[in-house]
């Protein structure tokens, strides 16, 4: 909370002091972070169709400013999500009063559960996650795992994997199902307001061919900078943005740029015509991968674990390499990797032979970017799906 600010704002909600909603009994949904308030957008428009009133509720700072900024239409009322302890949780409950919980991923939180029980309220975790890390913890505590999920009125997960493990935590349960990743209906949705321009960093920008690193962690940064200045040798108009995983790494990434001859400037200080363009902003990752030839997909080479999301980069149709860790999108990124669509490296090396081979021969990269993005369109619906499951209602939403 120290390191990344802005939790001052509406403090007084992690303790249960929350505003009131102005319609009766709305739909509470809850999501921690950026990536799942922006996956929840699609959603959002299509419950405001139906005329279903949303009392969203945030964890993060950046996620609650996101929120605001975005989806202040679309929500009757947004907060942060109360501290998970009776006294909070009880108070928060009270004034919300909602008919109905949606948890977004792996948002099980005790005392949040017990209240929807104690109020018999019916709970459904939606784009339902179950991650290498999560599934061994669980594995460890089978009891809290069965305790939990049983209070779950329905488990919509993500993927047929996240599927088979909450099936395996809690084989008595009756209402799990594989919907759809939420991620993919909101990449496409986002994927269609793409404002920025290339010429928008100088004219030097318009014609050059240009790499991302796409949502980079400690290390992926250097990589990414020792094969960009490989290849500019050879290819002087080649450019490089760099889009950090948290941008509070700012000072790290001034200090690792400092040792390169290059020129670089970041987001929030921009010059025209830098070889190196760090975005050090949120919620701008899809308008900076729509400019580049290929992606590089952050938190998958060691000693990172997980990976980030493939989806927006399949959405837009970008050649996309990634390192072997990309645990919490195993099942999207295999199926991706089997339909052509991305291309896993086991090292840094091989990632540096793989963008290196995409800059020599750039039509080497084109189907990749062409099969993510009819995998994507295969895989859309899952509002839809959602809408049927959980409310059992038809959905009408504009086609992505």
Same mark, same amino acid.
């Not at 993919?184 to 920008?205: E, I, M, Y």
């Not at 490296?345 to 970017?369: D, H, I, K, M, R």
């Given at each position: ?25 709305? /739909?509470? !949904?809850?999501?921690? &972070? ?10 959002? !428009?299509?419950?405001?169709?139906? &005329? ?55 948002? %099980? ?5 017990? $209240? ?37 009125? @329905? +488990? ?30 909101? &990449? ?7 404002? %920025? ?13 240009? /790499? ?12 990414? %900078?020792?094969?960009?200045?490989? %290849? ?26 400092? @040792? ?11 010059? *025209? ?7 050090? &902003? ?6 900076? /991968? ?6 590089? /997909? ?33 099942? +999207?990124?295999?199926?991706?990797? $089997? ?6 490296? *086991? ?9 290196? $081979?995409?800059?020599?021969?750039? *039509? ?37």
């Amino acid at each position: 909370m120290m390191r990344r600010g802005g939790y001052g704002t509406c403090f007084w909600h992690r303790f249960g002091y929350v505003p009131k909603p102005t319609v009766g009994h709305p /739909i509470w !949904i809850q999501a921690v &972070s950026v990536g799942e308030i922006e996956a929840l957008k699609p959603l959002l !428009i299509a419950l405001q169709q139906k &005329s279903i009133p949303v009392y969203l509720t945030t964890t993060t700072s950046t996620a609650f400013g996101v929120a605001r900024t975005k989806y202040a239409s679309l929500v009757d009322r947004l907060a942060y999500f109360p501290l998970d302890f009776w006294l909070f949780s009880a108070l928060a409950w009270r004034r919300i009063q909602p008919k109905q919980v949606l948890l977004m991923e792996s948002e %099980l939180w005790p005392e949040h559960l017990t $209240q929807a029980a104690r109020h018999k309220v019916p709970v459904c975790l939606i784009n339902g996650r179950c991650s290498d890390r999560s599934f061994k913890r669980y594995r460890q505590f089978p009891w809290v795992a069965s305790l939990m999920l049983h209070q779950v009125s @329905t +488990i919509a997960a993500a993927t047929a994997c996240d599927t088979q493990r909450f099936q395996a935590l809690c084989p008595n349960h009756p209402n799990i199902t594989t919907v759809g990743n939420l991620k993919v209906d909101a &990449s496409l949705s986002q994927g269609k307001a793409l404002t %920025l321009q290339r010429t928008d960093l100088g004219s030097s920008w318009e014609s050059a061919s240009i /790499i991302i690193g796409a949502s980079t962690w400690t290390g992926e940064e250097r990589l990414l %900078l020792d094969c960009f200045m490989q %290849l500019k040798k050879q290819y002087p108009h080649l450019k490089l943005i760099l889009v950090p995983r948290h941008k509070e790494r700012k000072p790290e990434l001034q200090r690792l740029l400092k @040792t390169y001859p290059l020129s670089f400037c970041f987001r929030s200080q921009p010059q *025209q015509d830098v070889s190196v363009y760090v975005v050090d &902003s949120t919620g701008e990752l899809r308008n900076f /991968i729509a400019l580049a030839d290929w992606a590089f /997909i952050g938190k998958s080479l060691d000693p990172n674990r997980g990976g980030q999301t493939p989806l927006e980069a399949a959405a837009i149709g970008k050649p996309m390499v990634y390192g072997p860790h990309m645990e919490n999108f195993a099942d +999207i990124c295999s199926s991706l990797e $089997q339909a052509g669509g991305a291309r896993r490296c *086991q090292t840094a090396e091989e990632v540096q032979s793989c963008l290196t $081979q995409w800059v020599n021969q750039p *039509q080497s990269a084109v189907a990749y970017g062409n099969h993510a993005h009819q995998w994507i369109l295969a895989h859309k619906g899952t509002v839809q799906r959602l809408l049927t499951l959980i409310f059992d209602l038809p959905s009408h939403t504009q086609e992505a």
